[in-house]
Structure formats: structure tokens, C-alpha cells
């Protein structure tokens, strides 16, 4: 737990520095959603049933931060199709800002995340 805090206060840190707070973030990511997510998972973030998940009220997209940078990063293949892998089209800090939306957007309230964890996450 301690080095999830430790590195959660130095992603802060970075964010301040770089001038960024996570609350910055949000209206960069919901520009980046409506670029890039909202022809497949809509504006409302309810996605297509059957073909494009919901984002809204999802429990993977308000859980562990760590696991939704990774999907937007790598891509996923699931059940419903695949979703492309965005680390070469989208910068830690573009990244940062759309996870930060989607966590915050519509009905979900889950924390911020930085670009300090994108790049944490980028560099496994």
C-alpha cells in the first residue's frame, strides 16, 4: 500500500510541476473523448449494446486506475470486438485526460489519474 501511495503523491507532484493538476485534465480528456472514443462508446459514454461498451456506471472503468490506463494504452480484445491500442497515437498527458473523463464523466466519480502514471504504466 505504501508504495501505491508514495507513487500516487509523486504523480501529484509531477502534475503540479508540469503545471497540470488532475482537475486540469478533465475538459483536455473530454476533447480527446469526442475525438477519438465517442464514435464507438458515444458521447453519453453509452456506448453501443452489443457491439461498443458502456462506459457510464461501468465498475472495470471506476476500479483500479492502473488496468483502464493499460486497456487505453495496449487495446483490448473481448467478446464485443477489439479496441484499438492508442500509446502510439496519444501522448501520457492526452491519456491521462481521457481516462481522467471517463472516470469522472456522466454517472462515474472515480479519482484522477496523471501523466506520471500513463508513463509509469507505458514504460513496463
Wanted: aromatic share 8%; charged share 20%; net charge positive.
Amino acid at each position: 500500500m505504501r508504495p501505491l501511495l508514495t507513487l500516487l503523491g509523486l504523480a501529484f507532484l509531477v502534475a503540479v510541476a508540469w503545471g497540470q493538476t488532475p482537475n486540469d485534465l478533465f475538459p483536455q480528456g473530454k476533447g480527446v473523448f469526442e475525438d477519438n472514443c465517442a464514435q464507438c462508446h458515444r458521447a453519453n459514454g453509452q456506448g453501443l449494446p452489443g457491439t461498443f461498451p458502456a462506459l457510464d456506471a461501468d465498475l472495470f472503468v471506476a476500479g483500479k486506475p492502473q488496468a483502464v490506463i493499460a486497456t487505453v494504452l495496449n487495446g483490448r480484445k473481448g467478446h464485443l470486438g477489439r479496441m484499438p491500442a492508442w500509446k502510439d497515437k496519444l501522448d501520457d498527458r492526452q491519456i491521462a485526460a481521457v481516462v481522467t473523463y471517463i472516470r469522472h464523466a456522466w454517472s462515474n466519480r472515480a479519482p484522477a489519474v496523471t501523466p506520471a502514471m500513463v508513463g509509469a504504466i507505458r514504460g513496463k
